[in-house]
C-alpha cells in the first residue's frame, strides 16, 4: 500500500507538472483552457489503457467482475487517481464547476481507493474508467470549439450529436449491463456494488442535463431551418417582382 500511496503522489505531482508547463507554453490562453488541455491527454491516455485491459488483458468485466487486481489495472486506477485530485483541487481552487460534477470526482476518488486498498474489482473499476472517459475528448473538443468560435459550425454539430449518442451508448446502456452483472455476480464486494449503483446514478443525473440540452439544440436548429427558408422564400419573391 505504501508503494500504491508513492505511486499515486507521483503521478498528481506529474499532472500538475503538466498543467504548469502548459500554462508557461500558453501564456495567452487561460487557466481553464490549460486544465482542459491536461484533461483531454487524461482522458485519450485513460481510454487506450483501459481498452487494452478489457478487450486484450482482460478478464472481461460482464463475466469475471470480482477477481484481483492485475499490475496494469492498478496503474491504470493510479495515473486516474492522481489526475481526479488534481482537477478536484482544481475544480474547488477555481470554482468553475458545480455539485454535480463535485459528486462525479469526489466518487471516483473514493472508488479508485476502495479499490486499491482492496485490492480486487479493479476490472470493473477500469471498465468504468473506459465508459466515462470515452465521451471525454469530445467534450473538450465541444469547448474548444466554442472558445476559438467554431461552435457554431457543421463540425459543432457533429461533436454534438456524436458526444450524445456515445453517452446514452455507453454511460446509460452499455453502463446499465454492467450494473446488472456487477449486481448478481457473488465475488464484488458489498462496497463496490453500491459504488457502482451511485456511479450509474449519477450518469442518469447528466443524462437529464444532455436530454436538456438535446431540446433546446433541437429547437434551435429548427428555428435556423425555418429562418433559412423564410430568407430563401424572400429572396425569391424579391427576385420576381423586381
Partial sequence: MAVLVVCALLCLSGWVSLYFLLCNINGSRS???????????HGILVVCITAYIGYVDGPWPFTDPGTKNTPLQITAMVLSLGYFIFDMGWCVYFRTEGPVMLAHHTMSI????????LG?????????LFGSEITNPLLQA???LKQTGHYGTLLGDVV????????????????????????IAPRPRFFIKCG??????????FMVDIVRFTVRKSKSWHKQQRDQQGAVVANGHGKKYN
Avoid: H
Avoid at 487557466?31 to 491527454?41: A, G, I, P
Avoid at 480486487?120 to 468504468?128: F, H, K, L, Q, R
Avoid at 450529436?161 to 446509460?172: E, G, P
Avoid at 457502482?196 to 443525473?205: D, Q, R
Fill in 31 to 41: 487557466d481553464e483552457w490549460n486544465c482542459r488541455l491536461v484533461t483531454l491527454l
Fill in 160 to 183: 454534438d450529436v456524436l458526444f450524445v449518442l456515445l453517452f446514452v451508448a455507453m454511460r446509460i446502456f452499455v453502463g446499465g449491463t454492467m450494473l446488472y452483472c456487477e449486481l
Fill in 120 to 128: 480486487e474489482s479493479g476490472i470493473e473499476c477500469c471498465a468504468v
Fill in 142 to 144: 465541444r469547448w474548444f
Fill in 196 to 205: 457502482g449503483v451511485a456511479m450509474y446514478a449519477l450518469s442518469w443525473v
Fill in 110 to 117: 473514493l472508488g479508485i481507493l476502495l479499490t486499491l486498498w
